[in-house]
């Protein structure tokens, strides 16, 4: 076994750590604050908080506003120029996984030339290292789906190629990130439901993923057992703070685990799939697809005795074969009222099916190398076409 643990980021847990911002050693004077281009960050008020908590520790700030629920390039060159023109020196995340990927991603940009796709190390990506240190990066996150806050990567789409990449360093750790499930009180249930299921399957991933380890493991298993206890009762009921906490946690502990093992190939599916469908939430299609995914390890033994533990670890405590995972999984969606997902719904054809084969193998190909078994392009087209209606 061998591992490398390195996780640099102070993180802030709990109810009400909001307040305790302006306490904090922050990396700089003034902060490029970004959020999405939605209503609900202002609305509710947690811009104006985050602002009068910069202003009590003698931090000027401006906004940046563009960003899209599937985040795209041109709004990191966007957000970079003007952080440069306004002279700012560290940047805060405020909002969701897609936000605060965005953050990182200006960070980067900010200071260093050329384009962002220079930097990516896929697809018609440049490849190429990035020279500068990104300026610091705060994370505040209001929703709990990425694990975002506990980990280096980040998610950028090229629109006019359809390539929807991952990308992350040592660099693009946050060096502060709150993590306030009282900020998560006003998600809608169906979003609750569908960043619920991502951070849930960032760890059941990374427990079957090749470089999986003891500590990535602990993590894991704390992840989807919080999950699996509460998601469902948060999104019946969002004002429920102990669900909360538990949901928020578990998508800490999962980002912890995205930082020391990973996700396995259902991501680079799912990408594929956001990738020409922007409007998909990234939580609903992995939930489209996931039944069959699974289904297929288990009908391979790919890795038997760790669906088992899984579905341990979802609450089945006589489990004692792969396939009671999936069935803890279904039981978990259909009590989360997301079991009838379709991916009609949101005007994927089954004729594009092939061609998000070949996208996720071309731009999140790496990921398909730490599968704990090996799947074909057939294998792949299978899963797809089985989770389509």
């Not at 947690?46 to 202003?55: A, D, G, P, S, T």
């Not at 399957?201 to 919080?226: C, P, Q, R, W």
Request: aromatic fraction near 6%.
């Amino acid at each position: 076994m061998t591992f490398t643990y390195h996780i640099p980021t102070k993180i802030l847990f709990g109810n009400g750590q909001l307040s305790h911002l302006h306490e904090q050693n922050l990396p700089g004077k003034k902060a490029l604050v970004v959020i999405s281009s939605g209503k609900s960050i202002r609305a509710n008020g947690y811009l104006q908080r985050v602002e009068n908590e910069l202003k009590m520790a003698g931090i000027d700030s401006v906004v940046f506003d563009k960003i899209l629920a599937n985040p795209v390039k041109r709004h990191i060159s966007e957000g970079a120029a003007f952080a440069k023109a306004q002279g700012c020196d560290f940047v805060i995340g405020l909002g969701g996984g897609s936000t605060i990927d965005s953050a990182k991603a200006i960070a980067i940009m900010a200071t260093n030339d050329g384009d962002f796709w220079d930097y990516i190390g896929a697809g018609t990506g440049g490849k190429k290292a990035i020279p500068v240190w990104p300026l610091p990066i705060v994370a505040i996150t209001t929703t709990a789906g990425t694990g975002t806050e506990a980990d280096p990567w980040l998610v950028i789409t090229k629109e006019d190629t359809n390539e929807k990449i991952g990308s992350g360093y040592l660099g693009t750790f946050p060096v502060l990130s709150i993590v306030d499930p009282e900020l998560m009180v006003t998600v809608p249930s169906h979003l609750t439901a569908y960043q619920g299921f991502d951070a849930l399957f960032h760890s059941t991933e990374g427990y079957i993923n090749v470089t999986a380890n003891t500590l990535s493991d602990m993590y894991s298993l704390e992840a989807i057992k919080l999950i699996s206890r509460s998601l469902a009762l948060a999104v019946k009921d969002g004002k429920n703070i102990k669900a909360r906490e538990d949901v928020a946690l578990g998508n800490t502990l999962a980002g912890m685990v995205e930082s020391t093992s990973g996700c396995i190939s259902e991501h680079s599916l799912e990408h594929a799939m956001s990738a020409y469908h922007p409007k998909l939430p990234h939580g609903a299609g992995l939930i489209m697809i996931s039944r069959e995914y699974y289904s297929h390890l288990a009908s391979v033994h790919a890795c038997d005795q760790r669906m088992i533990d899984m579905a341990k670890a979802m609450g089945m405590s006589q489990a004692n074969k792969p396939m009671d995972f999936v069935e803890a999984l279904v039981n978990l969606q259909k009590a989360c009222q997301v079991d009838a997902l379709r991916m009609s719904d949101y005007q994927i054809t089954k004729e594009e099916l092939p061609t998000m084969v070949t996208n996720a193998r071309e731009n999140m190909g790496g990921l398909f190398s730490v599968d704990p078994t090996v799947l074909s392009d057939e294998d792949c087209l299978n899963i797809y076409t089985r989770s389509f209606a």
